[in-house]
Structures are given as structure tokens and as C-alpha cells.
T-cell receptor
Framework: EPEVTQTPSHQVTQMGQEVILRCVPISNHLYFYWYRQILGQKVEFLVS????????KSEIFDDQFSVERPDGSNFTLKIRSTKLEDSAMYFC?????????FGPGTRLTVL | RKEVEQDPGPFNVPEGATVAFNCTYSNSASQSFFWYRQDCRKEPKLLMSVYSSGNEDGRFTAQLNRASQYISLLIRDSKLSDSATYLCVVSMDSNYQLIWGAGTKLIIKP
């Protein structure tokens, strides 16, 4: 069964550093998403991406964040100048106009 | 008012029992509705979409009431493996910018 993969599974970084979270969506999917979930809280939409551009983004997705599809398979989320409050699970998801399938997530810990 | 509201639980239910969750949403323009399931520290997984006519998948039945803006999920003959958090999810458009409830925790006891 095809699946969304994410690397790394856990990323620890120092406050102020930049991190790149990587995702490989399901191969024939055209819509890609990033969500985050702070421990004990609900899942929050960050951004959706279609046709090599952002289609929607939330208030959370400010200038600190960027997404990129550098090649035909990867989809990345870059977080610049990380803050303590960026600590969360970051889920990548993809869809083919179906409800999204989620990857296993990257746990980001900012110290 | 929260956009998608759920009773956080936990619901402690004996194995084999029937359990039901409700969820309310605030935006009447919401287009699509889903139940996702999330195990502890895992990713959400789609359980089922919810259609206006109601739909069933094995032991699971989902219903949508657009007039009252609520969604329900019924689990019959509950199994230990049904223990999880059940997330009510609403989409405003076809781009699946999903709006999530905080989830209802279900614990099935032997």
C-alpha cells in the first residue's frame, strides 16, 4: 500500500536555528499539505501546495515558514529561526482530490 | 466559538458495547466532513467520510445533520483495538484545508 514518508522522525534543534523537514508524498498525488500538532493539542493546518505553488496557508504559516518541491518526489518544510513554541509534531499529507493521507510525522524539539 | 467542537472524553466503554460520539461545526458553508482516528503519538488516519445520507462501514456508522450542524459516529460491538482518539474534521472547500476538532478519546476495556 502506498504511503507518505517523512524524515527525520525526530529532530532536535537549538532555538534560532533553521530546520528542514522532508516528506515524500504518495507518487501519483498532486496535492500536498503540512499540518502540525503541538503535544496534547489539536491538529492545525499550515499550508497546502498544488501545481508547484502554495494554494492555501493559515495564519500560523508566516514568513518563518516556507515550502518547496525541489524535485519530482520530495516536499519540504523549512522553518527559519526556530522558537521554543515551534516544538510540535509536523505531519505531511498528500491527496489526489481525496481526503489526505498522512505521513508518520516528524517530532521537532526546539531547545 | 470553536470551529469544530467535540467532547474530549475519555469515554470508558466495555468491550462489545456500542458507543457514539457527536461533533458540532460552526460554519454552515462547510462542504466535506470526515472522521479520522489517531493513536497515541501517531498520525491521523482516515476512518471514513461522512455523507448527508449517512454511511456505514462495517461496525462504524457516520451521520451528518446539516440543519443542526453536527456529525456523529457510532461504533458497534467495540473492540479493544478501537481505543484511540477520534477526530472530527471539516473541510471548507475542495482543497482539503481541513479544520480539526480536538478529538474524543475512547478507551475500550476488556
Amino acid at each position: 500500500e502506498p504511503e507518505v514518508t517523512q524524515t527525520p522522525s525526530h529532530q532536535v534543534t537549538q532555538m534560532g536555528q533553521e530546520v528542514i523537514l522532508r516528506c515524500v508524498p504518495i507518487s501519483n498525488h498532486l496535492y500536498f499539505y503540512w499540518y502540525r500538532q503541538i503535544l496534547g493539542q489539536k491538529v492545525e493546518f499550515l499550508v497546502s501546495f498544488y501545481n508547484n505553488e502554495i494554494s492555501e496557508k493559515s495564519e500560523i504559516f508566516d514568513d518563518q515558514f516556507s515550502v518547496e518541491r525541489p524535485d519530482g518526489s520530495n516536499f519540504t518544510l523549512k522553518i527559519r529561526s526556530t522558537k521554543l513554541e515551534d516544538s510540535a509534531m509536523y505531519f505531511c499529507a498528500s491527496s489526489d482530490s481525496s481526503p489526505p493521507f498522512f505521513g508518520p510525522g516528524t517530532r521537532l524539539t526546539v531547545l | 466559538r470553536k470551529e469544530v467542537e467535540q467532547d474530549p472524553g475519555p469515554f470508558n466503554v466495555p468491550e462489545g458495547a456500542t458507543v457514539a460520539f457527536n461533533c458540532t461545526y460552526s460554519n454552515s458553508a462547510s462542504q466535506s466532513f470526515f472522521w479520522y482516528r489517531q493513536d497515541c503519538r501517531k498520525e491521523p488516519k482516515l476512518l471514513m467520510s461522512v455523507y448527508s445520507s449517512g454511511n456505514e462501514d462495517g461496525r462504524f456508522t457516520a451521520q451528518l445533520n446539516r440543519a443542526s450542524q453536527y456529525i456523529s459516529l457510532l461504533i458497534r460491538d467495540s473492540k479493544l483495538s478501537d481505543s484511540a482518539t477520534y477526530l472530527c474534521v471539516v473541510s471548507m472547500d475542495s482543497n482539503y484545508q481541513l479544520i480539526w476538532g480536538a478529538g474524543t478519546k475512547l478507551i475500550i476495556k476488556p
